[in-house]
T-cell receptor, first 110, second 115 residues
Framework: KQEVTQIPAALSVPEGENLVLNCSFT??????LQWFRQDPGKGLTSLLL?????REQTSGRLNASLDKSSGRSTLYIAASQPGDSATYLC?????????FGAGTRLTVKP | EPEVTQTPSHQVTQMGQEVILRCVPI?????FYWYRQILGQKVEFLVS????????KSEIFDDQFSVERPDGSNFTLKIRSTKLEDSAMYFC?????????????FGPGTRLTVL
């Protein structure tokens, strides 16, 4: 059974810093991995999707990498802003089953 | 931009009552999902649905749960006899195809409170 772990559970940084969020998973037989953003009490917004055959995806200030063989993904956020404050979730997808990590709660201080 | 919608945004019910949570997936999507998130816990997969039948379901999705696509636009989750532990945020999602390149799009969720 797939287990997805995210480290750290919480992170607080000053505005402007570059930061890395980590995600690890136990079963490397995945179709893809997605990174989501969740604001308090809200739904999930998809940020980036990396297919199993890909190594990374970029969107604006976000870059996600995937190393399937080691069961790891990272989300890099450049030049963080207070508006980036949210919980970031990673999720693996396989056999019509999406498994989520517990998330990293990010606070960017002005 | 098309989006997944869910109603109601918040539902309060008494233990033992039946509830139906409603979702309108993105119109040309073919794959539909329900997830739940108990406060402070991980988002958990409940069920996937394609071609008018369940494709996969988790161990959480027991006989108290059912899903239906009653018409061409709605996708519902029914809980027959709610328990206190069913209190959670329920998210609906849809996807165009089952390709690895396709993103699941999530609705804003329904907060279910069972008293």
């Amino acid at each position: 059974k797939q287990e997805v772990t995210q480290i750290p559970a919480a992170l607080s940084v000053p505005e402007g810093e570059n930061l890395v969020l980590n995600c690890s998973f136990t079963d490397s037989a995945i179709y893809n991995l997605q990174w989501f953003r969740q604001d308090p009490g809200k739904g999930l917004t998809s940020l980036l999707l990396i297919q199993s055959s890909q190594r990374e995806q970029t969107s604006g200030r976000l870059n996600a990498s995937l190393d399937k063989s080691s069961g790891r993904s990272t989300l890099y956020i450049a030049a963080s802003q207070p508006g980036d404050s949210a919980t970031y979730l990673c999720a693996t997808y396989n056999n019509n089953d999406m498994r989520f990590g517990a998330g990293t709660r990010l606070t960017v201080k002005p | 931009e098309p989006e997944v919608t869910q109603t109601p945004s918040h539902q309060v019910t008494q233990m033992g009552q039946e509830v139906i949570l409603r979702c309108v997936p993105i119109s040309n999507h073919l794959y539909f999902y329900w997830y739940r998130q108990i406060l402070g816990q991980k988002v958990e997969f409940l069920v996937s649905f394609y071609n008018n039948e369940i494709s996969e379901k988790s161990e959480i999705f027991d006989d108290q749960f059912s899903v239906e696509r009653p018409d061409g636009s709605n996708f519902t989750l029914k809980i027959r006899s709610t328990k206190l532990e069913d209190s959670a945020m329920y998210f609906c999602a849809s996807k165009l195809r089952t390709s690895a390149a396709d993103t699941q799009y999530f609705g804003p969720g329904t907060r279910l409170t069972v008293l």
